[in-house]
């Protein structure tokens, strides 16, 4: 229950994002409602299909193979994908198009660092 009152939560900021991203791109307001809409209620409803579709066995299953920390580790992957691809070379076009060696390093290092610090730690 807890994660589908955080997952709510983000929500809102998502949600308002989304819109100011549509009305900026001039999109008719009717679309935009019909947009949030669909947007709003994804979330909700494929978690609680999620949750009732997978039965105890399933759950037991999940668990066996760390589904949590797959799903985690597809969501930071995610976030990196968005970083790199559409804010990056945003900021070297604002830097004159240039990509300094350090900005690079500090990229492949933020996206090494949650390996380096497992390492050594097991369950």
Do not use: W
């Not at 009152?5 to 008719?28: C, Q, R, S, Y």
């Not at 979330?43 to 668990?63: D, M, N």
């Not at 992957?77 to 690079?104: C, D, I, K, M, W």
């Amino acid at each position: 229950m807890i994660v589908f009152i955080a997952i709510m939560l983000h929500k809102a900021p998502a949600a308002f994002g989304l819109v100011t991203f549509l009305m900026h791109e001039g999109i008719d307001r009717k679309k935009i409602r019909k947009h949030l809409m669909i947007f709003s209620l994804a979330a909700p409803l494929l978690t609680l299909i999620t949750y009732f579709g997978i039965g105890q066995e399933g759950k037991e299953k999940l668990s066996a193979v760390n589904a949590t920390g797959v799903a985690m580790l597809f969501s930071a992957g995610t976030f990196l994908y968005v970083a790199t691809v559409h804010v990056l070379p945003e900021l070297s076009h604002r830097a004159g198009g240039v990509f300094r060696a350090n900005q690079l390093f500090a990229l492949v290092l933020g996206a090494m660092l949650p390996l380096l610090l497992t390492m050594g730690h097991h369950h």
